[in-house]
């Protein structure tokens, strides 16, 4: 297993489990999911043209209240789910139609929600400001402290005897692929090799194209023990709040760079956007800045399953939807490394949807 982020830790603890032998190879850098909000929202992003992702994140959504409570259990520890529920909101005027566009898709999927003006969805969320003209309410989109998860993970892996190797994975061995150099030369050879290293997957394989794209986030601290200004996820086409345990996670950019650098304007432009659409966010303690590089491919899918070419597993390219696919990833990965076929909802995901190269 290469990767220790999300993706790499629950397919590691899923095999160990199932009686797999495995080894997880940990380079040391924080995971893009350490940094991320951890919201299970498939409704707030669809999109026209995206009807299989869309259903990917419904899937995927309907998996986590029973992984929660067997990663908790076996890992003696929380791991992360949080019950929200969600607003859609449209803070300035060309908001507007993108939520309406947004609704109106999902009601041609079959799944209507209902536009509610300002002042009705701020009897839903009271913290919303005035600037909201409208929007709709989400109650079944929840979330997952991204944190807590990583540490359930670490424990869950450690209990189901998953061997941990700290090092940087340099290249895969072999076609087809059943090992892994080091950068420091040690050589690990295994049955399969599953690859979950995030954005470093694109420089260790060329199957799939993996870019990083940079998010920068918030994290904003009640003080004194008030009350977080909202109860729900917020969210808009230009920012989201995400409130849990004291904090209140305000993100995320989308750059095409691969620093991790926090920027004066994206703190600026951030806090702008959430005080337009929640003004309290002002009274706010400044906990914490930072950014992370989202693996992402070129058609902003995951790549999940075998390579038919060298065997080699992809669990990769979870872009904004890391935390919210990782259960759906790690079936995928475990599914893929025993040698089965993937499931069914997988097939639209399979990595040779894009030419082998070299």
Not at 131 to 146: I, R, S
């Amino acid at each position: 297993m290469v990767g220790a982020g999300p993706w790499g830790l629950m397919t590691a603890w899923r095999a160990a489990a199932a009686g797999a032998r495995v080894r997880l190879i940990d380079d040391g850098e924080a995971p893009a999911g350490s940094v991320a909000a951890g919201m299970l929202g498939p409704w707030a992003e669809a999109e026209e043209g995206e009807r299989p992702m869309h259903e990917l994140m419904l899937r995927a959504l309907a998996a986590w209240p029973a992984t929660a409570r067997e990663l908790g259990a076996a890992a003696g520890a929380d791991a992360g789910f949080r019950v929200t529920g969600a607003v859609l909101a449209a803070a300035r005027p060309e908001h507007v139609g993108v939520v309406r566009r947004r609704l109106a898709t999902l009601a041609s999927w079959g799944e209507p929600f209902g536009w509610l003006p300002g002042g009705r969805l701020r009897a839903v969320e009271p913290g919303l400001g005035p600037a909201v003209a409208g929007g709709a309410d989400l109650p079944d989109e929840h979330q997952v402290e991204p944190r807590a998860l990583l540490r359930a993970l670490g424990a869950a892996c450690e209990a189901a005897g998953v061997e941990r190797v700290a090092g940087a994975a340099r290249a895969l061995l072999g076609r087809p692929v059943r090992g892994v150099r080091l950068e420091d030369g040690r050589e690990l050879r295994a049955g399969r090799v599953v690859l979950a290293a995030g954005r470093a997957a694109g420089r260790l394989a060329s199957r799939v194209p993996i870019r990083p794209v940079k998010g920068q986030v918030l994290r904003l601290r009640a003080t004194a023990g008030a009350p977080l200004p909202v109860a729900r996820t917020v969210r808009t086409p230009s920012v989201y709040l995400a409130p849990r345990d004291g904090e209140l996670v305000v993100g995320a950019t989308s750059e095409e760079r691969s620093d991790r650098t926090v920027t004066a304007v994206a703190v600026a432009d951030l806090l702008r956007e959430a005080l337009r659409v929640v003004p309290e966010v002002a009274e706010l303690e400044l906990a914490e800045a930072a950014a992370g590089l989202r693996p992402a491919t070129p058609d902003g899918h995951p790549a999940l399953g075998a390579d038919p070419d060298d065997g080699l597993v992809w669990a990769a390219g979870g872009h904004r939807h890391g935390i919210l696919l990782a259960p759906l990833a790690a079936e995928a990965a475990v599914a893929a490394a025993a040698g089965g076929p993937l499931p069914a909802w997988a097939s639209p995901f399979a990595p040779e949807r894009f030419p082998a190269c070299g």
